[in-house]
């Protein structure tokens, strides 16, 4: 039996797992840095993201279109691995889907939750009141970020990563396939959608303008119970990736 969500959710954690051998460093006065979004799990998602660092004040923009309309879209940034994107070719259960185990060995833990307001630390990871919503987000914030968000991306280890996706385009988060991070959630509420590994950019500055932030949803509050449930099994299902990153780097040692 197929399982739907009459009202879109999404179960994401608040921190992948402990950083890998990250130490606090003194931030760099700044700079600016791109990411140019790839779509995952055959998502059509197109987009790109700019980051201007003044100390560790980051001012974020992101342009992202062909997301589910009227579904929450959680976007991070993602530190402490190897600061790449998988791709689809690295469906390793072969479902049908990259995973956000299945992604987090290359692109890591959360570092900031680019939330629409409020809180942008990993706690918010699960903030789905607070993401954007639409099909087409226009984004931008300026917030602070904490040292070892500001060394990944002077280190090149700074990754966009937006989550969700209408693979069987039904127009909502469906399918047989359930969740890695909670088997009480199809897939295709958690999957990452489009990720970006951030470069430094030749511009001086993220480009302004008004721009929306993207609506925030309350839609699939009552299910709250099990995103904690889903946080907790990000954790354990992440602390694998790690694993799997440390032996892939044993190897190359």
């Known amino acids: 039996m197929r399982k739907a969500l009459a009202l879109p959710t999404i179960a994401l954690a608040a921190a992948a797992f402990p950083l890998l051998g990250m130490s606090a460093a003194s ?10 979004l790839g779509a995952l799990n055959a998502s059509g998602v197109t987009g ?14 992101v342009e992202a279109s062909g997301l589910l309309d009227g579904s929450p879209h959680a976007q991070h940034f993602h530190i402490g691995a190897e600061g790449t994107c998988p791709t689809d070719a690295d469906d390793a259960d072969d479902d049908g889907f990259v995973s956000v185990t299945e992604g987090a060995p290359y692109y890591g833990a959360i570092g900031s939750s680019l939330t629409t307001e409020g809180d942008t630390s990993p706690d918010s990871g699960l903030a789905i009141d607070r993401f954007p919503t ?3 987000i226009t984004y931008e914030r300026t917030f602070e970020v904490t040292e070892d968000v500001h060394e990944a991306f002077d280190n090149g280890t700074a990754v966009l990563v937006l989550h969700g996706v209408d693979k069987d385009g039904s127009g909502a988060y469906d399918g047989d396939v359930m969740s890695d991070l909670d088997p009480s959630l199809p897939m295709e509420a958690t999957a990452p959608a489009a ?12 480009p302004a303008g008004g721009a929306e932030t993207g609506g925030g949803s309350t839609a699939g509050m009552e299910q709250e119970a099990a995103f904690g449930i889903g946080a907790v099994a990000l954790v354990g299902a992440a602390a694998a990736g790690a694993v799997a990153y440390r032996r892939r780097q044993a190897d190359q040692a």
């Open 134 to 136: 639409t099909g087409t």
């Open 48 to 61: 790109t993201g700019m980051v201007t660092l003044d100390g560790n004040t980051a001012t974020v923009t």
């Open 195 to 206: 990720c970006g590994s951030f470069a430094a950019a030749q511009m001086g500055t993220t």
């Open 27 to 36: 931030a760099a006065d700044g700079g600016s840095y791109q990411a140019d």
